[in-house]
């Protein structure tokens, strides 16, 4: 077999995805590889697939064991032999893995990293011939990353104490340089083949949403996706408890995850969400690694999260099945406060200098910076987003918030001077709220304390209210006109952009959403996208009936097997056989997902249900034309 046999047999997938086959056919010529590709690209076939042809065992090492048994129990399903081994295992558990492993029973197996330097798994490593070791989520191993695990640093060490070194094959969804530096360094990886993708995920659709009361806007949104599976992100876990409670009173199916709650409740609460027993999930950020859940279909923040790294993580964990999903980021002025009071009690892990610790810190800042603009900017969310992880746009997407709403233009740059000059007259020692009530003409405490009143600035924009001059000012920050120091106090600079607008060669323009009729609190009204709908709103009214009875049948067999329903097969496999509407075992073998080996367990019972339901006719069941289907 080759490796597209391997893909269509086990997988059900016809053709690889770009850059699969570049780091599969790289791995079976011997090289060290590292995959740098967002969430659902595919990364785990980039070593699955060669794991099948190389001659010995593949260890693949992962940082988390839900995802571990995730990754395991898909495999198994696929028809492929794999195990992992981890603290969830008795030990004679894990003796009869190693013993079977051992024996040459699987191809693939899970480790946790703690596990590594046991006397028992250095025993069996020492019998076996390991062909390959895969880092899965390889920043874990960067100090500079955000979920450093001093864990992951064991890995260097057991692959000098092997006798012969496999290739080793590391992947991540981190894009910085730094970490990317650090993965090839501390893994010490021989002139890898490293493959960076580009980062965009085009069927997620983004917002920023700032206006009115947070908890309606999230009961309004679930009510609107009833039946849809969705994450909502707090910053605390006060916070978590509360909406959690409010949703609970609204009679939502909705569990909730934080570190407060016992390892028991967390562990059933995540399994509720997984088997879609409560398809709404209230959490901190404490949830979601490892989380492999493909039908999320949306992910709200309820707060902003101190940096875009984190969120473009969390917000990624819609849509892992390509199928459309929406990613909302509920914004308040208040937000930036939270975090940053986050960020300055936080427990540093490792041990630092204090100049590292301030380098840390200035980053932090830096980084919560960043995301409190993707919170004010009006331009395109996708390509400030891809700017930030250092691609380059392509201009407005078509596919976000602030592409879809219409705006009107205010010209501000007769204020912005007066901002600069302002500033430039207090000699850039003052943060915004300060410059603005000094602007405003403001009377208050604070104000009076720094004699603002007696700056030739003082009220310059009187009958201008602060809020609309603080608007300016965050303009003309997104701009880069304007900076603001790291640190706490925020304080104002101007920038040597700043002379193009006083030398009257720069205007700058004021982006206000229009506020259109019908747009209330929470309503998210349907965008006219110019993107694909989802597939599964190409499915015409007897094809949606299908698909729900595809979807009924999947659920049975999920509680049957005790299986994540999507796992025994995807909401885009169930879509295909809607489309595709296959008759006989050849048909349901090329629809997408279906393997050979998942057409041995379940490919007859999906046959039943749609035979059964199209009497055996070759039903169109969407709208439009298949080959449009074909490219979605
Ligand atoms: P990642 O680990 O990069 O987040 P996964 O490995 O979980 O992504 O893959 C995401 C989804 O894409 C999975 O449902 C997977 O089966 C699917 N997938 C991967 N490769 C292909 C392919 N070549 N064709 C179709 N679907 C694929
Ligand atoms: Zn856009």
């Known amino acids: 077999m080759d490796k597209t046999d391997i893909l269509k047999q086990y ?14 056919d790289s791995i079976l ?18 070593y699955q697939v060669p794991a099948l042809l190389l001659p010995g065992i593949t260890l693949v090492i992962s940082p988390l064991i839900s995802l571990m048994k995730d990754q395991v129990q898909s495999l198994n399903q696929a028809g492929i032999h794999a195990a992992y081994i981890n603290s969830s295992l008795s030990e004679a558990q894990i003796s009869k893995a190693l ?25 069996f490593a020492r019998q076996v ?37 496999p290739i080793i094959s590391a992947f991540t969804a981190t894009a910085t340089e730094n970490v990317k530096e650090d993965i090839v360094c501390v893994l010490g990886l021989q002139s890898p083949q490293v493959l960076v993708t580009g980062f965009d995920r085009k069927n997620l659709y983004f917002a920023v ?39 609970l009173s609204e009679g939502v199916a909705v569990t909730k995850y934080h570190a407060g709650l016992d390892s028991e409740e967390r ?35 309820y707060n902003m999260p101190q940096s875009l790294e984190n969120y473009y993580q969390e917000a990624g964990r819609a849509g892992r099945d390509g199928e459309k999903a929406e990613c909302i980021l509920l914004y308040s002025a208040q937000d930036v406060m939270i975090n940053r009071f986050l960020l300055e009690n936080k427990e540093q892990k490792g041990e630092y ?10 980053r932090d800042e830096e980084r919560l910076r960043a995301m409190t603009y993707y919170c004010l900017t009006t331009g395109c969310l996708r390509e400030y987003i891809l700017r930030y992880f250092g691609e380059s746009g392509a201009g407005a997407c078509g596919n976000c918030r602030n592409c879809l709403r219409e705006y009107e233009e205010i010209d501000v740059t007769e204020a912005s001077v007066r901002i600069i000059e302002g500033i430039r007259e207090v000699r850039q020692r003052y943060g915004i709220n300060v410059v603005a009530g000094m602007l405003a003409g403001g009377d208050r405490a604070k104000l009076r304390e720094y004699r603002v009143s007696e700056y030739a600035s003082f009220g310059s924009l009187r009958g201008m209210g602060e809020g609309e001059i603080k608007q300016i000012i965050n303009e003309m920050l997104v701009e880069g006109l304007l900076a603001m120091t790291n640190d706490k106090y925020a304080i104002l600079k101007f920038t040597a952009k700043a002379e193009e607008v006083l030398q009257g060669d720069r205007q700058v323009i004021l982006r206000q959403p229009k506020k259109l009729p019908g747009q209330g609190e929470g309503s998210t009204e349907r965008k006219k996208s110019k993107s694909k709908a989802r597939k599964s709103d190409i499915l015409n009214s007897r094809g949606l009936e299908l698909f729900e009875m595809l979807r009924q049948l999947r659920t049975e067999i999920a509680r049957e097997e005790n299986m994540p329903p999507y796992i025994i097969f995807s909401d885009k496999t169930l879509v295909d056989m809607c489309v595709k509407v296959p008759l006989d075992r050849g048909e349901m073998l090329m629809v997408s997902g279906v393997g050979t080996n998942k057409y041995e367990r379940y490919g007859e019972r999906f046959l039943h249900v749609i035979e059964e339901y199209t009497g055996g006719m070759h039903e169109k069941l969407y709208f439009g034309e298949a080959d449009e289907i074909e490219r979605m």
Not at 134 to 156: M, N
Not at 218 to 242: F, L, P, Q
Not at 281 to 301: C, E, L
């Open 11 to 24: 997988f059900g997938y016809p053709a690889f995805r770009e850059g699969q086959e570049l780091l599969i």
């Open 29 to 46: 010529a011997g090289q060290d590889v590292l995959g740098i590709m967002p969430t659902g690209a595919g990364k785990s076939i980039c």
């Open 99 to 123: 013993r079977l492993a051992a024996g040459g029973q699987y191809k693939i197996i899970y480790v946790a990293p703690e596990r590594l330097e046991t006397y028992g798994f250095m025993q």
């Open 129 to 165: 011939e390991i062909s390959m070791l895969t880092v899965d989520e390889a920043h874990c191993i960067s100090q500079w990353g955000q979920d450093f695990r001093p864990s992951y640093l064991k890995i260097v060490q057991f692959i000098k104490s092997l006798e012969k070194r």
């Open 209 to 247: 949403e700032s206006s009115g009361k947070k908890d309606n806007y999230v009961i309004n949104y679930i009510r609107e996706h009833s039946g849809e599976s969705g994450i909502i992100y707090c910053a605390t876990r006060k916070n978590v408890d509360m909406l959690w409670g409010r949703l």
């Open 267 to 301: 562990k059933q609460n995540q399994e509720d969400f997984i088997y879609d027993n409560s398809p709404v999930m209230v959490a901190t950020n404490a949830f979601g690694m490892g989380i492999d859940k493909s039908n999320v279909r949306y992910v709200i923040h």
């Open 353 to 362: 200098t204090q100049e590292e610790m301030d380098a840390i810190a200035g």
